[in-house]
T-cell receptor, first 114, second 112 residues
Framework: EPEVTQTPSHQVTQMGQEVILRCVPI?????FYWYRQILGQKVEFLVS????????KSEIFDDQFSVERPDGSNFTLKIRSTKLEDSAMYFC????????????FGQGTRLTVV | ELKVEQNPLFLSMQEGKNYTIYCNYS?????LYWYRQDPGKSLESLFV?????AVKQEGRLMASLDTKARLSTLHITAAVHDLSATYFC????????????FGAGTRLTVKP
């Protein structure tokens, strides 16, 4: 069964360092998302991506964040200069369309900023 | 701004009992989703509700959608321990991309 895969599963980084989280969405899906979940809390929308550009982003997704789909299969989230409060689980999701379809989520990357 | 509110946020129930989780949202949307999350795991899709009056059932769980009241319910029948998890509802934003926004989640614990 097709699935969304994310790497790494866990990343520890020092404050101020850049991190790149990687995702491979389901192959025939066209809409891609990043969400984050601070431990035990709600799932927060970061950004959506369609047709090789950002379609919507939240107030969390500031200049320190960027997304890219460099090669038609990978979908990456970059955080340029990590802060302690960026520590969270980051989930990638993809959807086949936006009408009558649910989003499928990857297993997540646990980011720990020390 | 879209608000999605779930209640209760925490639910402890005995095996064999019934209970309902509620999800209210603040905008016009006719697409609502229920997800399950086990501790430390990802989000698993449970139900997709796509129209007013939609009702879906899977095992001991039944979900419904009332778009006029902007309310969805997740009903648990004769709970068993395996249902212990956090349940999230999510609503499509009424925008071009219909991005999903999540409720805060209901952490369900089923006790023997």
């Amino acid at each position: 069964e097709p699935e969304v895969t994310q790497t790494p599963s866990h990343q520890v980084t020092q404050m101020g360092q850049e991190v790149i989280l990687r995702c491979v969405p389901i192959s025939n899906h066209l809409y891609f998302y990043w969400y984050r979940q601070i431990l035990g809390q709600k799932v927060e929308f970061l950004v959506s991506f369609y047709n090789n550009e950002i379609s919507e982003k939240s107030e969390i997704f500031d200049d320190q964040f960027s997304v890219e789909r460099p090669d038609g299969s990978n979908f990456t989230l970059k955080i340029r200069s990590t802060k302690l409060e960026d520590s969270a689980m980051y989930f990638c999701a993809s959807r086949e369309g936006v009408v009558a379809t649910e989003a499928f989520f990857g297993q997540g990357t646990r980011l720990t900023v020390v | 701004e879209l608000k999605v509110e779930q209640n209760p946020l925490f639910l402890s129930m005995q095996e064999g009992k019934n209970y309902t989780i509620y999800c209210n949202y603040s905008t016009t949307s006719d697409r609502l989703y229920w997800y399950r999350q086990d501790p430390g795991k990802s989000l698993e899709s449970l139900f997709v509700l796509l129209s007013n009056g939609a009702v879906k059932q899977e095992g001991r769980l039944m979900a419904s959608l009332d778009t006029k009241a902007r309310l969805s319910t997740l009903h648990i029948t004769a709970a068993v321990h395996d249902l212990s998890a956090t349940y999230f509802c999510a609503v499509d934003m009424p925008s071009y991309n219909n991005d999903m926004r999540f409720g805060a989640g209901t952490r369900l614990t089923v006790k023997p």
